[in-house]
């Protein structure tokens, strides 16, 4: 097990991997309605240590109210407690006379972390929903979610 502290704020422990949640990775259905990684934490999620500037109901994780970036950071803090910081990958250029596929690798702990904005943070702990127009939060006029 390992104690994880998304970008929000949000702690809390995550479970080891087992064969069944990498299962949940190709799960077509999941895939088709974009829950994959949402589903595949919360399958990890243990338990809340913090909330963070969220307001789950009992100490339980409300998945749909919490932030993409929570869940893809948590989503890598599992892959990287299973499998270890590097993390290989092919890539194929595009020019159609090359087509060559190369062998890349970074270093997850190595990725570049921003911390929750204070405006968001505030936002969602007054009971904000995590999927809203940037227009409530900022003006900026995009839709995110």
């Known amino acids: 097990m390992i104690e994880v502290t998304c970008p929000s704020g949000l702690r809390g422990i995550l479970r080891n991997v087992k064969v069944k949640d990498e299962q949940t990775l190709f799960d077509r259905g999941l895939s088709k309605s974009g829950q994959t990684t949402t589903r595949f934490v919360a399958d990890l999620w243990e338990k809340v240590?913090?909330?963070?500037?969220?307001?789950?109901?009992?100490?339980?994780?409300?998945?749909?109210?919490?932030?993409?970036?929570?869940?893809?950071?948590?989503?890598?803090?599992?892959?990287?407690?299973?499998?270890?910081?590097?993390?290989?990958?092919?890539?194929?250029?595009?020019?159609y006379g090359c087509r060559e596929a190369f062998q890349w690798e970074i270093d997850l702990d190595q990725l570049t972390l921003r911390e929750t904005a204070p405006e968001v943070k505030a936002y969602l702990a007054s009971g904000g929903a995590a999927f809203v127009e940037l227009t409530t939060l900022s003006g900026v006029g995009v839709k995110v979610r």
Do not use: E, M
């Open 49 to 95: 240590v913090d909330p963070g500037p969220y307001t789950f109901s009992g100490g339980v994780v409300a998945w749909p109210d919490v932030l993409q970036a929570d869940i893809f950071y948590l989503f890598v803090r599992a892959r990287v407690a299973a499998y270890g910081t590097k993390h290989g990958f092919s890539v194929t250029c595009r020019n």
